[in-house]
């Protein structure tokens, strides 16, 4: 009778009522009583919580609105809100039970909180001399092969225009890599890279419009634009 008389108490003190109210609550059909206990009848942070709500209820029983009084309260101190770990299935009075965030998450992009968007129109600047620069690589190769002087000039044309479009590609490819908080690494590395050196190739090739090394210069800046902007669109879609 002794032993029977303990059990009863051990599995009064979990008080199921209040376990399947949280379950209605949060609609959480498989939660136990290590929501709100460490070992019946023992409580931890969460469940302590709980009965203090409670109390400050003053309510003779558990509610849904006593839960939810407490949703937005760290019980665990873990730095994740009662009702934040409950939706995701930890535990809310246990630290060492949290959400994880996975390093691979690329930073949320909200483009349209602000006049001018987080991308600062980079994606649509970069085109420009993107486009300019292989067409530019393309009219210097059709002048070589047709012996044709008018080819070159509108290559080296191209170019120059190219060139000047770079500037605010630059300007508004490091604003957009600040304000949507990249870290400079993977992809985002590799494409500045290319970048950088596209463009350098295509300064340099300007220099060498007259002389024989245009050719292979620009030949060079075009393929790397290319590249380049592979990667950048890497990382915008995957």
Not at 49 to 61: C, R, T
Not at 109 to 138: M, N, R, T
Not at 157 to 176: K, P, V
Not at 203 to 220: S, T, V
Request: aromatic residues 6%; hydrophobic residues 45%.
């Amino acid at each position: 009778m002794l032993c029977v008389l303990v059990c009863t108490s051990v599995l009064a003190s979990a008080n199921p009522k209040i376990l399947e109210k949280f379950k209605e609550t949060y609609g959480k059909p498989k939660a136990d009583c290590t929501v709100c206990h460490t070992q019946p009848p023992k409580r931890n942070e969460y469940g302590k919580a709980v009965e203090g709500a409670l109390d400050q209820s003053g309510a003779n029983e558990i509610t849904a609105q006593v839960f939810q009084s407490i949703e937005k309260s760290d019980a665990d101190g873990d730095g994740i809100s009662n009702g934040d770990e409950i939706k995701v299935d930890t535990m809310p009075g246990d630290a060492k039970s949290k959400p994880v965030q996975k390093a691979t998450e690329t930073p949320k992009k909200d483009e349209g909180s602000d006049l001018i968007p987080k991308h600062s129109l980079h994606p649509a600047i970069i085109h420009f001399p993107i486009a300019l620069l292989a067409v530019a690589a393309l009219l210097q190769v059709f002048s070589v092969r047709k012996s044709d002087e008018i080819y070159h000039k509108a290559s080296v044309i191209n170019l120059a225009i190219a060139l000047i479009c770079s500037i605010g590609a630059i300007i508004s490819g490091i604003a957009a890599w600040l304000r949507l908080g990249y870290v400079l690494e993977g992809n985002l590395l590799i494409h500045l890279i290319l970048a950088s050196l596209s463009i350098l190739s295509g300064l340099a090739a300007y220099f060498q419009r007259e002389k024989p090394a245009y050719l292979l210069l620009i030949a060079a800046s075009g393929i790397l634009v290319l590249i380049a902007g592979h990667f950048g669109g890497t990382m915008v879609y995957g």
